[in-house]
């Protein structure tokens, strides 16, 4: 695993903390991309099936001559699937698409509470089922909000094992994130570094200049740090080798304090607001 640090989730399961997204990668440039992060050392690639990408996924992991079991594939639940016989057909799909007969992690996308009457239970109680028969390794969830995981709690026997969730520098999302670690979720980091908006913040080229190292290593740097799981997406092998470069340096307190103070609060997000997005591709 190069190094990377692996995480114990709350149903004994590990993950590695450092992963390879492909989100907004082509399909017919995704396997080449897999295979790329592979063949630099990344053990762990985070897709979706709104990705439309899934089966590139498989594809680059066969293509780097790696055993399925060598590899931690996570996917999520399309918007439009919520309803349980859905979930199960698409979580079918999603496994032939990957060319395998589980994932390792599989979460609900987005909680959409104002869609499907606002049952997001049903939905959970579906993924619960994927998990009893082996066919996801481990469940969770993506964009949930506290009010949204209470509910879970409240209405269903698993507790989620990761929450993956906007995260960077400018959207610090601490509500969420101590929700989780009081819980025993761990928070998954997406949007690392606010689609490249903090990489020309001065308080993180400061940093960086002194620390001999790019913006972006150090913002990555800083999620790794905080104990987030962060899965950084780029199609050139450059960047790649560089986000992977994330274990032979730390940051000082300051230097962490500095870039967590850097959030704007609600203004900072890049993405919608989990409380109102109802998203459902056609």
Do not use: C
């Amino acid at each position: 695993m190069s190094g990377i640090p692996r995480i114990e989730l709350n149903d004994g399961t590990q993950i590695p903390q450092l992963g390879f997204g492909v989100f907004q990668i082509d399909p017919g440039r995704t396997a080449e991309a897999v295979k790329a992060a592979l063949d630099i050392g990344y053990r762990h690639i985070d897709t979706a099936e709104m990705y439309g990408n899934e089966k590139g996924v498989g594809q680059g992991i066969r293509d780097a001559g790696l055993d399925r079991s060598d590899v931690f594939i996570t996917s999520k639940l399309n918007n439009g699937f919520h309803k349980p016989d859905d979930a199960r057909r698409a979580f079918d799909k999603t496994l032939a698409a990957l060319e395998s007969d589980y994932v390792d992690l599989f979460l609900i996308h987005w909680p959409l509470p104002t869609l499907y009457a606002g049952d997001f239970v049903s939905t959970w109680n579906v993924l619960e089922e994927f998990a009893k028969e082996g066919r996801a390794r481990s469940i969770g969830v993506s964009n949930f909000q506290p009010t949204h995981l209470d509910r879970l709690a409240a209405e269903s026997e698993t507790v989620p094992a990761v929450n993956q969730i906007e995260v960077h520098p400018y959207f610090t999302n601490e509500e969420v994130r101590e929700y989780g670690r009081d819980r025993g979720i761990a928070t998954e980091a997406w949007s690392p570094i606010a689609q490249g908006k903090v990489l020309d913040d001065s308080v993180i080229e400061r940093i960086a200049n002194s620390a001999g190292r790019s913006p972006a290593q150090v913002v990555l740097r800083w999620h790794i740090q905080r104990g987030d799981i962060v899965f950084p997406k780029s199609v050139s092998r450059g960047r790649m080798r560089s986000n992977f470069e994330l274990f032979d340096f730390e940051l000082g307190n300051s230097d962490m304090d500095a870039i967590s103070a850097l959030d704007q609060g609600q203004s900072g997000r890049t993405g919608p607001n989990p409380d109102t997005f109802d998203y459902v591709p056609g």
